[in-house]
């Protein structure tokens, strides 16, 4: 069943500013933002001139452009200029998502143990559902993201050494999934290299010992193993043992 089209309000419904609703600006991003999603967000379309998006709203150039600059800034459009510009579609990056929601959890001082709990809800879902839809690209991905790891041996190693479970969790298919996985991965990592680590994953080294560096590469190798295999119980079990022994090397 189609979901019913919502009615965006009229210019005539905001108020100018101030006062106990949002700002004009903000308002205006949010009614092209619903726009957006009610088109299936078109990623690359534009969908409106300034002109015609100051005659469709009934803002004032000042207003819109704020908004205009709120959209950009939150990856939902950007203004194109010359010839055939226009507000043009953004895709969203998930990266910078991600980012933000674990800056947040950062300042909310999330703790070890409920980080954890977290990652190993969720992480045990995706080891699963990774190892019941394994197909070929998956399993090049995965190799790949071992062959990075690799490079680390017997050294080292910055912050994606930890992008194993972001693979894993973008082969379920599953966005959310995908998502909140980053994010506690993030965390994770500024948990054992610093807070530079949710900034520049690269800058972040580890002062781990290089045989501590071989070990998780070899846990990764094991449960990259088991999800090829299709094993999901395996997947799991591995997996499980793997963040148990993370949260621990966390409590020393």
Do not use: C
């Not at 949002?22 to 009610?38: C, D, H």
């Not at 560096?213 to 990259?224: C, G, L, N, P």
């Not at 088991?226 to 094993?231: C, Q, R, S, T």
């Amino acid at each position: 069943m189609a979901a019913k089209s919502q009615v965006r309000p009229s210019a005539a419904t905001i108020p100018p500013d101030g006062g106990p609703t949002k700002k004009l600006a903000e308002q205006t991003a949010e009614r092209i933002e619903l726009r957006i999603i009610e088109m299936d967000w078109p990623v690359g379309k534009v969908i409106g001139s300034e002109h015609d998006l100051l005659a469709e709203y009934g803002v004032s150039r000042a207003a819109l452009r704020e908004a205009i600059r709120l959209l950009e800034h939150h990856n939902v459009a950007y203004m194109r200029r010359g010839p055939g510009g226009g507000l043009v579609v953004a895709e969203p990056d998930p990266d910078a998502m991600a980012h933000a929601a674990a800056v947040y959890l950062r300042y909310r001082k999330v703790n070890p143990p409920d980080l954890f709990e977290t990652r190993t809800a969720l992480e045990l879902a995706a080891v699963r559902s990774a190892a019941e839809h394994i197909d070929e690209e998956g399993i090049v991905k995965l190799r790949e993201a071992l062959a990075h790891e690799s490079v680390f041996l017997g050294g080292e190693s910055d912050a994606t050494i930890h992008d194993f479970h972001v693979v894993v969790a973008e082969l379920t298919g599953n966005p959310a999934l995908h998502l909140f996985i980053n994010v506690l991965t993030q965390l994770s990592a500024a948990r054992f290299l610093g807070v530079t680590a949710l900034f520049d994953k690269q800058a972040a080294r580890s002062v781990s010992a290089a045989h501590q560096v071989e070990e998780v590469h070899r846990v990764h190798e094991a449960i990259a193993d088991a999800i090829i295999a299709g094993d999901a119980a395996l997947a799991q079990h591995r997996m499980m043992r793997h963040l148990t022994a993370l949260a621990a090397a966390l409590d020393t």
